[in-house]
C-alpha cells in the first residue's frame, strides 16, 4: 500500500476501533453479545471505496471487510484460498480453480471472467488507476497502460466460468501475495456497466463478494456493515454488524468514546496513553510494517527540487530527535531507510544484511548546501517552503516541530499547509506541495512493494521523482527470482534513494492501542486492511 498511508499503499491513518470490560449480561453502544454487534470508529471518511483506484487505508479497511480476492490471509497472516480453492503456477503462467459456490452479495456466482473483466479495466487507461501498475507482472499489463495495446490483450483468460488462467511477462515469485491486494478484486462487467462514474461512490452503486456489505454510508458521518449471507463462508463470520457512528481524527475524542463505552477500542497517541495507563487499561502495541518519510516534489519548477536544498534538510534532521522527543510514544522507531526493518532479505533482515548510510547532523554542512542554493538560484533570499501535512493532532505536531527546526537551523521559512486526509491525498496526486509528511504500508510481502514506489511510472510516486538509473534496479529486482540478485538490486535502490535525498526517511510506524476483552481474535494487519473483523468473535467476560 502498498496502500498509502500517505497517499501509498499506502496516509498516516488511525483506525480507531471499539470499547470496554463487561460482565456476563451486559450490553453497550460498543458491544451487543446477544445481536453479536460492534461498534468502532474512522480516523477519517474513507476517501474512494472503488478499489479498482483506492490508494488508502481507510478505504481498504472498509474494502477488506466487503470484498475478496483470490487467495486471502487467515489469523495468522499466511496465504490461504479465497475465491479460488486451488492453483497451480509456475514461472511462465498460473491457473486458478474458483469455488462454485462463491457468490455475490446479490446470489449471481462469482467467475473467472469477473476476474478478466476487473483486470483489463484497472490496466485501461482511462480508468486512471494509481495502482495499475500493481499488475506489470501479468503480460501485457505495462504496455496496456501506457497506450500502446489494447486492454483486451492482457494476459489473462477465463478457460471457463471457474477456471482463470494468466500469463506471466516475468517471473514473479509473489504472485499469489497479490492477488490478495484490492486492485486484483473482482468485477461483475453487467452491474459496472450500469454504475461505471458512481461505482463504489455510495451502498446502491455496490456489489460485494466478501463477508460483509456496506448497507449504509452517510458521507461524512457514519457507515454500517452487515454480515453478507451469501458470502460463501458466511457460517464462520461471528460478527454479525459493524457500526461505524464516528468519524474524528481527534485520539482525545476516540479516547472518550472509548472510556464511554461507545467503541470498543481506540489507538493511544502521547496524551491518551497516559490517560489509560492512569485508568490501568491493559494496552497492546502492533507494528503496521509501515515507513513515514518527508517527500519532496521533484517537478522542475519546485525549489525542491534542487538537490542542495534537499541535502541542507537532510544534514539538519534526526530521526531519534523525532522519535523520542517529539512522537515520544512507544512502538514507533527511528528509520534510515525506506525499507523498513521487518522486511526479509536474502537469508536475514534486509536491513541487517544492507543496512543504509546514517546521514549524521552536521548544521555547517547544511548550511554550505543552502549557501550553494542560493548562488546556484542567483537568490539573496529564499521563498517560504511548502510543508503539505494532515489535520491529526500528530501531523501538526510533527509538521510544527520541523517548521521550527529548519527555522532555526537553517533559517528557512516553512508554510504549513494542513489539509484534511482526502483534502491532503488529493494535493499529492496534483503535485501541490514542495515536502509533503507521507508515508507508506506495504501492499504484499516482498520489499518491492516499498522500491516501486519511486519508479517512474508509479502514479504514487506524487514527487515524480525520475531516475534511470533507479528505474534500470528496479527493473532487474522485476525480472529475477534470484533473491541475491533482487536483494542487490533493493540496495542499490537504497543507496540512490538516500544519496539523492529522494525522501528523509522519518520513523517505522507502531500503533499502541486499548481493546475490549469481550472481542476475541481480532486481527491486525500489516497487508491489507487492518484491523480485520473477519476471524473475531464475542465473549462476555466478567469485569
Known amino acids: 500500500m502498498s496502500k498509502p498511508f500517505s497517499g501509498l499503499r499506502k496516509a498516516q491513518v488511525y483506525l480507531l476501533f471499539l470499547l ?28 474512494d471505496l472503488n478499489y479498482l483506484r483506492a490508494t488508502d487505508q481507510v478505504s481498504f479497511f472498509i474494502i477488506e471487510h466487503v470484498m475478496e480476492g483470490l487467495l486471502a490471509y487467515d489469523e495468522q497472516n499466511h496465504l490461504i484460498p479465497g475465491i479460488a480453492e486451488r492453483w497451480e503456477m509456475d514461472e511462465q503462467d498460473a491457473r486458478f480453480y474458483l469455488r462454485k ?46 497506450g500502446k495495446l489494447k486492454p483486451e490483450q492482457l494476459g489473462v483468460k477465463a478457460l471457463d466460468d471457474f477456471t482463470l488462467e494468466v500469463r506471466f511477462e516475468r517471473p514473479c515469485a509473489y504472485f499469489l501475495n497479490l492477488t490478495t491486494f484490492a486492485t486484483y478484486y473482482p468485477v461483475r462487467k453487467d452491474f459496472y456497466l450500469k454504475n461505471t462514474e458512481r461505482y463504489f461512490a455510495d451502498v446502491n452503486n455496490m456489489i460485494f463478494n466478501g463477508p460483509y456489505v456496506l448497507d449504509e454510508w452517510t458521507h461524512g458521518a457514519s457507515l454500517h456493515l452487515s ?9 464462520n463470520i ?41 485508568e490501568r487499561m491493559q494496552i497492546k502495541k502492533f507494528n503496521l510494517g509501515a515507513v513515514f518519510y ?47 526493518s521487518w522486511l526479509d532479505g536474502e537469508k536475514e533482515k534486509f536491513f541487517k544484511e544492507h543496512p543504509a548510510k546514517k546521514i549524521p547532523v552536521n548544521i555547517q554542512a547544511a548550511q554550505k548546501e543552502l549557501a550553494l542554493l542560493k548562488k546556484e538560484l542567483n537568490l539573496k533570499e529564499l521563498p517560504a517552503i511548502v510543508l503539505l501535512t494532515g489535520d491529526s493532532p500528530l501531523a501538526s505536531k510533527e509538521a510544527e516541530y520541523l517548521q521550527a527546526l529548519f527555522k532555526e537551523t537553517l533559517g528557512l521559512e516553512i508554510r504549513i499547509d494542513k489539509q484534511i486526509f482526502k483534502q491532503r491525498l488529493a494535493k499529492m496526486s496534483s503535485g501541490d506541495f514542495d515536502i509533503v509528511l507521507a508515508g507508506w504500508g506495504p501492499d504484499y510481502n516482498d520489499p518491492s512493494t516499498f522500491a516501486d514506489l519511486f519508479y517512474s511510472r508509479n502514479e504514487n510516486n506524487h514527487g515524480r521523482y525520475h531516475n534511470e538509473t533507479y528505474d534500470h534496479w528496479v527493473q532487474i529486482a522485476m525480472n529475477n527470482t534470484d533473491q541475491k540478485i533482487r536483494m542487490h538490486a533493493f540496495s542499490e535502490m537504497q543507496n540512490i534513494l ?32 487492518d484491523p480485520s473483523f473477519r476471524y473475531a468473535w464475542l465473549e462476555a467476560t466478567e469485569d
Open 20 to 47: 470496554c470490560c463487561w460482565c456476563n449480561a451486559a450490553f453497550s453502544d460498543a458491544i451487543d453479545f446477544e445481536q453479536k454487534k460492534i461498534q468502532i470508529a474512522l480516523g477519517a471518511e474513507p476517501p
Open 227 to 235: 454480515k453478507n449471507k451469501n458470502f460463501w463462508n458466511a457460517d
Open 101 to 146: 459456490n462463491a457468490r455475490w452479495s446479490d446470489g449471481e456466482p462469482v467467475t473467472a471472467h469477473d476476474f478478466v473483466f476487473a483486470w483489463q479495466t484497472v490496466v485501461n487507461p482511462r480508468t486512471a488507476s494509481r495502482y495499475a501498475f500493481i499488475l506489470a507482472p501479468i503480460k501485457n499489463a505495462e504496455r496496456i497502460i501506457e
Open 294 to 340: 518527508l517527500e519532496f516534489n521533484h517537478r522542475e519548477e519546485r525549489i525542491s527540487s534542487n538537490i542542495h536544498l534537499r541535502k541542507a534538510l537532510q544534514q539538519v534532521f534526526s530521526a531519534e530527535e523525532l522519535v523520542y522527543k517529539v512522537i515520544g510514544l512507544p512502538g514507533n522507531k527511528p528509520a534510515y531507510s525506506l525499507f523498513p
Open 498 to 529: 538516500i544519496d539523492d535525498v529522494v525522501i528523509i526517511p522519518q520513523f517505522e510506524r507502531g500503533v499502541v492501542y486499548v481493546e475490549n476483552p469481550g472481542i476475541k481474535n481480532v486481527t491486525r494487519r500489516i497487508f491489507g486492511g
Open 238 to 278: 461471528q460478527i454479525n454488524e459493524i457500526n461505524i457512528p464516528y468519524i474524528s481524527s481527534d485520539p482525545t475524542v476516540i479516547f472518550n468514546l472509548f472510556r464511554n463505552e461507545e467503541i470498543i477500542s481506540t489507538g493511544l497517541d502521547a496524551d491518551t496513553i497516559k490517560m489509560a495507563l492512569q
